[in-house]
């Protein structure tokens, strides 16, 4: 192991975390294909289990390979440590599962990908925690929906499919001295975006997408910045400092004094995914390993590519709006250059004139880039967000995410540009 600290993306992506197995000299990071691990004594074993020191117990609740990748993924976003999970939907709904309770709020933008905005209006309601959506235009939207149980604001940095950057500093400023954290899903921009560097406490990632890059594995990731004093603020986050009947009455900003700033992460680890149980694969973590290590060099592709598209979309006469933040205007321009660095990425959208059955012959008439519910892929990719992704929500619900009957998700990726445009143009060609 090395204990080196690496400050460029594009080390940390290769050498965080890991140098070689002390036992074979293997440079590669082995796939730990484990349920469980051998104590040492009862003494040993015991004190995992105090919290004594950290260590592997069982691999629901850890395993070496996971620990590489949640190693290099803290690393490259600047936290103190990382969860993997089984999903993305696990990641969000842990983020919050983990200081909510029944009674309690959040408010959330309601620019977020359909199938968090689900969750967060249907199964957490079940659950008796509360979801306020508003929309984060205005940042003062979220102190005026906040009250005495509002224990977290929610966000995307790259809301999908409005795309439209979040304003990650002004929101988190309002949160901050009233013990609120505010919890960002960074999926759309890795690298790109930074959320720590504003203000943000807890991100999170659908590892599936840029993290991957391939399409081939599922999981999620939470990252604590170890950034929020937890401890100043008793009553409003409870759940970390209260005694939890969930692991012997510990109270967690008290238990991990020893270990550093590791509250938040700590009881998601040792309650949630414990006792809830989604784990990611020892396997797919090691494809998120290969993902992160060239993940630098994609989204710079990803970036140049989608902005080509953008501009042609944007002067196509069969195109009537382009959203994609290199393309922004006003206050949208405004916090793509505050927030945004080395790129935009390659998600955007479009409303084709002729709406809904435009979009359909365009989405039919594709002959390279995929039609599938994914982003993130090498591949580029499109969707017919109404129809599938956003599918639940209703009309209201489907215009305040910023998505309309004929609007086109695209994934752009990392293939030639002359090859995407190419494919988009005689797709819009049969469209009309």
Wanted: aromatic residues 8%; proline residues 5%.
């Amino acid at each position: 192991m090395t204990n080196k600290t690496y400050t460029n993306p594009a080390t940390i992506a290769l050498h965080s975390g890991w140098r070689k197995d002390e036992t074979t000299n293997s440079v590669t990071v082995p796939i730990h294909m484990t349920s469980s691990y051998q104590f040492d004594d009862t003494d040993h074993a015991a004190n995992l289990f105090a919290l004594g020191e950290l260590g592997n117990i069982y691999s629901r609740i850890m395993n070496p390979t996971n620990a590489v990748f949640e190693d290099r993924i803290a690393a490259l976003e600047g936290g103190v440590a990382a969860l993997g999970l089984a999903s993305g939907q696990a990641a969000s709904a842990y983020a919050i599962q983990n200081l909510c309770t029944r009674g309690d709020n959040i408010v959330a933008s309601s620019q977020l990908y359909g199938g968090t905005y689900n969750q967060f209006k249907n199964p957490f309601s079940d659950m008796g925690i509360e979801v306020r959506f508003v929309d984060p235009k205005d940042p003062q939207n979220f102190a005026n929906a906040t009250d005495d149980k509002t224990r977290a604001y929610y966000g995307e940095v790259l809301p999908n499919p409005s795309f439209q950057v979040f304003p990650l500093r002004e929101v988190a400023d309002i949160g901050r001295p009233l013990g609120i954290p505010l919890i960002v899903d960074n999926t759309a921009a890795p690298l790109i975006c930074r959320p720590f560097d504003h203000g943000v406490a807890v991100i999170i990632h659908s590892a599936t997408k840029y993290i991957g890059g391939h399409g081939t594995s599922i999981g999620g990731v939470i990252v604590d910045g170890g950034n929020f004093d937890w401890e100043a603020f008793p009553d409003r986050q409870p759940k970390l400092n209260t005694p939890d009947p969930n692991y012997d009455g510990v109270v967690w900003t008290e238990a991990v004094k020893p270990l550093g700033p590791i509250a938040y992460i700590l009881k998601a680890r040792t309650t949630l995914l414990r006792d809830m149980g989604a784990a990611m694969s020892p396997f797919n973590a090691f494809m998120f390993i290969q993902g992160l290590e060239t993940l630098h060099l994609r989204m710079k592709e990803h970036s140049k590519n989608g902005q080509l598209v953008a501009e042609y979309l944007e002067n196509h006469p069969l195109v009537e709006t382009v959203a994609y933040p290199g393309i922004s205007s006003g206050i949208n321009k405004e916090r793509a250059e505050k927030y945004l660095s080395g790129g935009c990425g390659g998600l955007q959208g479009f409303e084709i004139k002729g709406g809904l059955e435009a979009g359909k012959k365009f989405i039919n008439n594709l002959e390279m880039l995929y039609h599938v519910a994914n982003i993130g892929d090498s591949r580029s990719l499109a969707i017919h967000p109404a129809s599938t992704t956003h599918s639940q929500l209703n009309d209201e619900e489907l215009s305040s995410a910023g998505v309309s009957a004929g609007y086109i998700r695209l994934s752009i990726g990392i293939e030639h540009i002359d090859d995407i445009i190419a494919d988009i143009d005689q797709a819009l060609a049969k469209a009309e």
